[in-house]
């Protein structure tokens, strides 16, 4: 249980066109979920935290004009890179906690790796 | 601010041995502490959650000890294995952060044949 899937899983575009990306939780409910950002060799970064129904919070540096966030049902979130640069190429990973879950564990999913042209 | 710090940053070891990865962080007021495995190009895989107020943790070959008033957690891998070769990083939910984890920077293991 607990599969947090994403999708696509790679993608390449040219520089100024968006792409989304979509977080799924495939056999469970999740009221909140996490987009972060890795470049190579590096940690994770928080983005922002998604919440069903209101608007991401957004970590500081982080434009959110840019990287659009939506999370309209329980079980998805997604995450739009709008006029995407080749800065903007990393590899980004969403997470999700379970409805009511006392332990606060974060699901990870298995990551998008993006790369603008 | 919540800083968690993994040492060391990378660690090649023979085949069978037994290692111990460190994590320390500078705020002990956290909820839990995960272990988590990457694997080049790929998502988290969690290993292991320690509750704030637990000790330790044991799964298979692993075990990640908790020692919260010293801000310190340790994986320790017994018997290594070649198949064992990946990241290894640690994060920290403090209390009252919107379940926000702070990970640590990893430990890049190299297990060789």
């Known amino acids: 249980g607990a599969v947090v899937s994403q999708h696509p899983s790679w993608v390449i575009c040219k520089s100024g066109t968006s792409v989304k990306i979509e977080c799924r939780s495939l056999d469970f409910q999740a009221t909140t979920m996490f987009w972060y950002r890795q470049f190579p060799k590096q940690s994770l970064m928080l983005m922002a935290t998604s919440n069903e129904g209101s608007k991401a919070t957004y970590e500081q540096g982080v434009e959110k004009d840019k990287f659009l966030i939506n999370h309209a049902s329980l079980t998805l979130s997604t995450l739009t890179v709008t006029s995407a640069h080749p800065e903007d190429s990393s590899f980004y990973i969403c997470?999700?906690?379970?409805?009511?879950?006392?332990?606060?564990?974060?699901?990870f999913g298995p990551g998008t790796r993006l790369t603008v042209l | 601010k919540q800083e968690v710090t993994q040492i060391p940053a990378a660690l090649s070891v023979p085949e069978g041995e037994n290692l111990v990865l460190n994590c320390s962080f500078t705020?002990?007021?956290?909820?839990?502490l995960q272990w988590f495995r990457q694997d080049p190009g790929k998502g988290l895989t969690s290993l292991l959650l320690i509750q704030s107020s637990q000790r330790e943790q044991t799964s298979g070959r692993l075990n990640a000890s908790l020692d919260k008033s010293s801000g310190r957690s340790t994986l320790y891998i017994a018997a290594s294995q070649p198949g064992d070769s990946a990241t290894y990083l640690c994060?920290?939910?403090?209390?009252?952060?919107?379940?926000?984890?702070?990970f640590g920077g990893g430990t890049r293991l190299m297990v060789k044949p």
């Open positions: 997470s999700a906690t379970l409805a009511g879950d006392s332990y606060n564990e974060q699901f």
């Open positions: 705020d002990s007021a956290i909820y839990n």
């Open positions: 994060a920290v939910l403090p209390h009252n952060a919107g379940n926000m984890l702070t």
